[in-house]
C-alpha cells in the first residue's frame, strides 16, 4: 500500500482540520482583552469594573422592581459623572406585541456633537429577565456603553451628537424602546443606531442585523471594524425568525445601523447563572471595540451617506476582514456560474445517458443519505443524553462524528455508484446542482448565495488556469469545505445534536463536490480500508458524544420549581423545564409520577410533571367589575385588575377562543381582534397598583377569564427542601422558581 494512494484522505482530512482551525473565531471572541491602564482603546476589563459595580450582588432586576431602580440610579450616576446630564423618561408602555404593559424607567443622556442636526444612538437594555441577573444580557452592553461613554469624554468630538439610551422592559416585549420611539422627543433626530444585545455568554459580538438598504453601513462595517464578525446569511435568516430586539422597533422607524449580539453557551441565557462569574470577558471586549468602531466612524461622515436603495453581501474571513459586494450582483453571478459549469461540462465530458441516469441516483442517495444519517446519530448524540437543544459543554466528539459521518456517506456512496455513474456524470450532476441552488438562494435569499458560489467561482477559475478538472475539482472542495464548515458551527445557535438531521445538511456543501472526486480515486485506493476507518471514527466519536456530560455547572439544564395554587383546587408543584428535566433532576427533586396533563398560566395545554404540594399565603389578584353593558350588540366591560402580594408578573389570561374582541390596560390596546388561541396577557412591575382593563365581547357568550400573579418562590419549608435538593448541573431560568397564584372568574 503506497503513500500516493492515500493523498486524497489525508488532502481531505487536513484541508477540513485546516477549515475548522480557520473558522474558530466562529465560537471564540478574536478580540484581546485590553487592560485598564490602556485609555486610548475599549477595554473589557474598565467596562466589567462598571459592570460589577452597577450588578454585583447577582441578582435579578425585572422592569419595575426595586432591584432595577437601584441599577437605574447607579447608572444615572456614573452619567452624572461623565457630565451627560441624564434624562429620565418613565411611563406605562402596554402593546399589542407580548400582549401586555411594562412599567418603564428609561435614562437618557446625550454627548454633544461638534455639528447640529441628526444624531446618532447607542443603546442596551438594562432590565433582566425575573430569574436571571443578566450580566451578559444585557449588563454587558449596559457596561459596553459606560466604557464608551467615558472614552468619548476624553476626545474630540464626533460631528453629530451622541444620544445614550439605556432602555427598560426589553425583556417584557421590547416597551423601553417602544416608549422611547413613540413619545420621547430626542427620537425625531435619531438617523444611525448601535444596538447591544447577547443570547449567550460568550462568543464573537457578531453584527447580525443591518436593515434594508445597507451597503453604505456594510463598506463603512468592512472599514472601520478591526476583527469583523458578520455575513449577510445571518441577516437573511434573522429577518425572517419571529425574534426581535429594540433595534427591531427602530428599524421599522426607518432608522439604520447595527445591531450586536454573542451568542455562545445559550444554556445561561436567561439563566441564573447569567452572571458575573461566568461572563466572557472576551466577548465583551469584541462586542465594545467594535461598537466603538462603527459609532466613532459613522461619526466622521455625513450620516445621509450612509442611506442606500440596495443591500450588499457580506461575509467575514476568519473576522480577518470582511468582503462585501452588492447583493444584485449574485443574481447575474449565479446564472453565469450555472452556465459555465454546463459549458466546463459539455466541454470537458462525453457522457452517456445511463451513466447521468446513475450519477442522479448516487447524487439523489446523497441527499437522502446525509440527513437519514445525522437523524441517526442525533440518538447517541442527543435524544438519549437529553442534550440541550442549543448547546453542549463538550460539542467536538458530536462535531466529528457528524463531520466523519458525511465523509463516510460520500465514500460508500462512491463505492456504491461509482463504477456506473463514473467521475465526469458525477461531476456534472454535482456542480450543476451546486449551481442551481446558488441560482436559487440569489432569487429566494440572496444573502445567502455566497456560500454555493464561492466553491462554484473556485471551481470556474481553476478549469480556467489549468485545464485540469481534477484539480478545479479539488480547488472547488476546499472552498466548498470553508462554506459548509462555516454554516455547520454557524448553526450551532439554532440547533443542536437533538437536531442532527438538520445540523448535518450544510456539509452537503462539501459532499457534493466531493463525491466525484472519490469515485475517480476509489478504483486505485484503498477504499475498504478507508471506509473501515471511518466507521471506526464515527462509532469511537459517537460513543465518546454519548458519554460525555451533556450538562454541567456552567452548561446547566433549565429546571424551575413553580408552586401553583389555584383557587379550589389542591395545590401542585410543577417541574418547568426547557426540554425534558432528565430522570436525575426528576428523582433528586422528588418527581416520581409520570408527565400528566396541565394548564400553564390556567389556559395553555401541556404536559408536566406534578406533584402535590402543601398550601402557602398567597391571594390571586382581584378583578372589580365596574361597568358591564351591551350597545349596538357588542358587549362592553369596565374593571379595575389589582395584585394583592408583591409579584413581579400580574396576567390576564384568555382561553381558547374566548368571545373577545379587543382589550385595553389604561387606555392601551393589548388584544385586537378575535382569540382564537389562549392568549396571556402580561402586567409586569406594576406591584399592588391597581389597573383599569376595558374589554369588548360578543354579547349573549360566557366570558371566562384567568387571573394569576407570579412571584419568586420563597426557599422555605417543603419548598426549600427541594431546591437543595436541585442537582448542580440544573439551575432555574426566565422566570425561575416561582409562586403563582391563580383564580378563574366567569362574567
Request: glycine share 8%; charged share 15%.
Amino acid at each position: 500500500m503506497t503513500p500516493k494512494r492515500w493523498s486524497l484522505p489525508v488532502l481531505v482530512v487536513v484541508a477540513l482540520a485546516l477549515v475548522l482551525f480557520v473558522l474558530r473565531g466562529l465560537e471564540h471572541a478574536p478580540a484581546p482583552i485590553v487592560p485598564a491602564a490602556d485609555r486610548t482603546s475599549f477595554s473589557a476589563e474598565r467596562a466589567y469594573a462598571h459592570l460589577r459595580d452597577l450588578i454585583g450582588e447577582n441578582v435579578p432586576h425585572p422592569a419595575g422592581s426595586p432591584a432595577q431602580r437601584e441599577i437605574g440610579n447607579r447608572i444615572i450616576a456614573r452619567l452624572e459623572a461623565l457630565g451627560l446630564a441624564p434624562q429620565v423618561q418613565e411611563g406605562l408602555q402596554c402593546s399589542t406585541l407580548a400582549p401586555g404593559c411594562s412599567q418603564v424607567r428609561n435614562i437618557i443622556g446625550m454627548r454633544q456633537g461638534s455639528r447640529d442636526g441628526p444624531a446618532m444612538m447607542i443603546t442596551a437594555h438594562y432590565d433582566s429577565v425575573p430569574g436571571s441577573a443578566a450580566a451578559a444580557d444585557d449588563g454587558a452592553g449596559v457596561a459596553a456603553m459606560l466604557e464608551i461613554a467615558d472614552l468619548l469624554a476624553h476626545r474630540e468630538p464626533l460631528q453629530h451628537d451622541v444620544i445614550f439610551l439605556f432602555a427598560d422592559a426589553e425583556e417584557s416585549g421590547l416597551r423601553g424602546a417602544m416608549h422611547f420611539a413613540s413619545q420621547h422627543p430626542l427620537m425625531k433626530r435619531v438617523a444611525f443606531i448601535v444596538n447591544l444585545e447577547a443570547r449567550g455568554v460568550s462568543g464573537p459580538g457578531a453584527m447580525f442585523e443591518t436593515g434594508a438598504g445597507n451597503e453604505a453601513l456594510i463598506g463603512l462595517f468592512g472599514e472601520v471594524v478591526p476583527r469583523p464578525a458578520a455575513n449577510s446569511l445571518l441577516f437573511e435568516v434573522y429577518r425572517r425568525m419571529p425574534n426581535s430586539t429594540d433595534f427591531t422597533i427602530y428599524s421599522r422607524a426607518g432608522v439604520r445601523g447595527f445591531n450586536f449580539a454573542f451568542s455562545r453557551g445559550a444554556s445561561l441565557y436567561h439563566s441564573e447563572r447569567d452572571d458575573l462569574a461566568h461572563l466572557d470577558l472576551r466577548s465583551l471586549q469584541h462586542q465594545g471595540e467594535s461598537a466603538l468602531a462603527v459609532l466613532t466612524g459613522a461619526g466622521a461622515v455625513s450620516l445621509e451617506s450612509l442611506r442606500s436603495n440596495r443591500d450588499a453581501s457580506y461575509v467575514d474571513v476568519g473576522t480577518r476582514a470582511l468582503l462585501a459586494w452588492p447583493v444584485n450582483w449574485n443574481l447575474p453571478m449565479a446564472l453565469a456560474a450555472l452556465l459555465l459549469v454546463a459549458a466546463i461540462v459539455c466541454w470537458r465530458a462525453s457522457l452517456r445517458a445511463s451513466q447521468l441516469v446513475w450519477a442522479l441516483l448516487a447524487v439523489g442517495a446523497l441527499l437522502a443519505c446525509l440527513p437519514l444519517s445525522g437523524w441517526l446519530l442525533s440518538w447517541p448524540l442527543g435524544r438519549w443524553p437529553g442534550a440541550h437543544p442549543l448547546d453542549h459543554p463538550y460539542p467536538w466528539p458530536g462535531r466529528i462524528a457528524l463531520i466523519a459521518m458525511s465523509l463516510l456517506v460520500v465514500l460508500a456512496i462512491a463505492r456504491w455508484f461509482g463504477s456506473r455513474a463514473g467521475m465526469r456524470a458525477t461531476l456534472c450532476v454535482s456542480w450543476m446542482l451546486l449551481g442551481l441552488l446558488a441560482l436559487a438562494l440569489a432569487f429566494l435569499m440572496p444573502g445567502a448565495a455566497f456560500l454555493p458560489l464561492a466553491p462554484l467561482i473556485a471551481f470556474i477559475v481553476f478549469v480556467a488556469a489549468t485545464r485540469t478538472l481534477l484539480v478545479a475539482q479539488i480547488a472547488g472542495f476546499v472552498i466548498a469545505a470553508w462554506s459548509g464548515l462555516y454554516l455547520f458551527l454557524l448553526a450551532d445557535v439554532v440547533l443542536g445534536f437533538p437536531s442532527s438531521h438538520l445540523k448535518v445538511l450544510p456539509l452537503l456543501l462539501f459532499a457534493l463536490p466531493l463525491l466525484p472526486i472519490t469515485m475517480a480515486w476509489v478504483d486505485q485506493g484503498p477504499a475498504r480500508a478507508a471506509t473501515g476507518i471511518l466507521s471506526c471514527v464515527v462509532l469511537a466519536a459517537a460513543a465518546a458524544g454519548a458519554l460525555v456530560p451533556t450538562h454541567t455547572v456552567d452548561r446547566p439544564r433549565g429546571v424551575n420549581l413553580v408552586h401553583l395554587q389555584e383557587e379550589g383546587k389542591a395545590p401542585a408543584w410543577v417541574l418547568e423545564s426547557f426540554g425534558d428535566p432528565g430522570r436525575e433532576v426528576r428523582h433528586a427533586m422528588g418527581f416520581r409520577r409520570p408527565m400528566q396533563p396541565y394548564l400553564r398560566y390556567g389556559v395553555k395545554p401541556e404536559m408536566a410533571y406534578l406533584e402535590p404540594a402543601p398550601p402557602v399565603d398567597a391571594a390571586a389578584p382581584i378583578l372589580t367589575i365596574e361597568q358591564d353593558t351591551i350597545r349596538a350588540g357588542t358587549r362592553h366591560v369596565r374593571a379595575i385588575l389589582q395584585s394583592r402580594r408583591d409579584a413581579f408578573l400580574m396576567m390576564l389570561a384568555l382561553p381558547d377562543h374566548a368571545p373577545i374582541d379587543s382589550v385595553r390596560i389604561e387606555g392601551q390596546p393589548v388584544i385586537a381582534g378575535a382569540v382564537d388561541e389562549p392568549r396571556v396577557i402580561g402586567l409586569h412591575g406594576l406591584g399592588n397598583a391597581p389597573v383599569r382593563v376595558e374589554m369588548t365581547a360578543r354579547a349573549g357568550v360566557p366570558l371566562t377569564l384567568v387571573l394569576l400573579d407570579v412571584a419568586t418562590l420563597k426557599g422555605k419549608a417543603e419548598a426549600a427542601q427541594l431546591l437543595r435538593a436541585r442537582p448542580a448541573d440544573a439551575a432555574p431560568l426566565q422566570f425561575g422558581d416561582q409562586s403563582i397564584a391563580l383564580r378563574r372568574t366567569s362574567l
